[in-house]
């Protein structure tokens, strides 16, 4: 019987551009709520001063989402700079974490023109979750494929070890916006913890596999 050959990885250059794409494409639509309130704002006469006021929580959370979305886009770029072959598997899991940054702008627009409450808190803190949890999704994948990038085991680990930090702090700042609505989400300030906890939880590891880079590549 002749045996089947193996699926090739997909190209790292497609890949990288699909995903620059779509990120672009995100972080354009979080503007559109506001381009509606300025036409809106003419439609009404109101001043600049008047349309800065009136719609401070629709800016605040373009800035906001437009920020976290910039630096989900770094973490992933940095994650996947010397990533040397997408398997289907990888790809997935990439586009479940696109998926979480398309849909971003949604609980936005929720969080810039709604009263809000604990359902869109979980819409919009449950989402950056989401892209937290795909995240790692990829990083445990490459550490059980290390063959698919150059990076040593040890930068692996840390991906892994910085994204269980901000997951905690993500679910830390869900709870926090769910029992202290409508001013919940001040406890999105926890995450800046993130590197603090990152650093503990990188020394107990590094504590259990003091020689993490010594395993041999897969």
């Known amino acids: 019987m002749t045996e089947r ?9 497609r890949f990288k551009a699909f995903v620059d794409a779509v990120v672009a494409i995100a972080m354009t639509l979080l503007i559109l709520p506001l381009l509606e309130a300025v036409s809106d704002a003419a439609s009404g006469k ?20 437009f920020l976290l979305i910039a630096v989900f886009w ?18 997935w899991i990439n586009v479940a974490w ?39 999704g990829g990083w445990l994948y490459l550490l059980r494929h290390p063959n698919l990038t150059a990076d040593p085991r040890s930068v692996l680990r840390a991906g892994v070890v910085g ?17 202290a609505s409508p001013n919940g989400y001040i406890g999105l300030l926890v995450l800046l913890l993130n590197g603090p906890l990152a650093r503990l939880l990188s ?16």
């Open 5 to 13: 050959p193996r699926a090739q990885p997909f190209r790292t250059e």
């Open 46 to 65: 109101l001043t600049t001063a008047e349309f800065f006021t009136e719609h401070s929580g629709q800016l605040l959370s373009f800035a906001l989402s």
């Open 74 to 91: 770094m973490g992933h770029h940095s994650q996947y700079r010397n990533v040397e072959g997408i398997t289907p598997a990888l790809l």
């Open 98 to 136: 696109m998926s979480t940054i398309v849909w971003l702008p949604v609980p936005t627009a929720m969080l810039g023109q709604m009263d809000a409450d604990p359902l869109q808190a979980v819409a919009y803190i449950g989402t950056l979750l989401l892209t937290q949890v795909t995240t790692l």
């Open 163 to 179: 994204d269980v930090a901000a997951i905690v702090l993500f679910a830390v700042a869900l709870v926090i916006a769910i029992a």
């Open 203 to 218: 020394s107990a590891v590094q504590r259990r596999h003091p020689d993490s880079d010594a395993a041999p590549r897969e």
